[in-house]
């Protein structure tokens, strides 16, 4: 299994910022997939998750700005973050159970003005 995420980037105080993972060598449709997120001398916490059904779960932390989907014919788990604040800064993890645990690389968000 490999996970590829990308979008992370520098946004201001109250943008918006879509992160995408993209999954193989799993039957994506049939994968529960999630986000997590590691901020400077902070353990990683989940952010987000998405059933194979399409149940979603959010920390209280997200709940109201993030919105995580995914497109199972394209093998991609989405994570679109609006009213982003500083506290969001971290390193986003796209995540897989298939087996064991999968992640992917990570991808840098920095939210600052």
């Known amino acids: 299994v490999q996970l590829q995420a990308f979008g992370g980037g520098l946004v201001q105080p109250g943008g918006s910022l879509r992160l995408s993972c993209k999954a193989s060598g799993m039957v994506f449709s049939r994968g529960a997939m999630a986000w997590y997120r590691q901020a400077p001398g902070k353990q990683r916490e989940l952010v987000a998750n998405?059933?194979?059904?399409?149940?979603?779960n959010y920390a209280d932390s997200v709940k109201g700005r993030f919105t995580i989907s995914r497109d199972n014919a394209r093998r991609l788990v989405y994570l679109q973050m609006n009213s982003l604040s500083p506290e969001d800064t971290a390193v986003y993890y796209c995540?897989?159970?298939?087996?064991?645990?999968?992640w992917g690389q990570g991808t840098q968000v920095t939210v600052s003005s």
């Open positions: 995540n897989t159970n298939w087996g064991r645990a999968f």
């Open positions: 998405i059933t194979s059904s399409g149940t979603t």
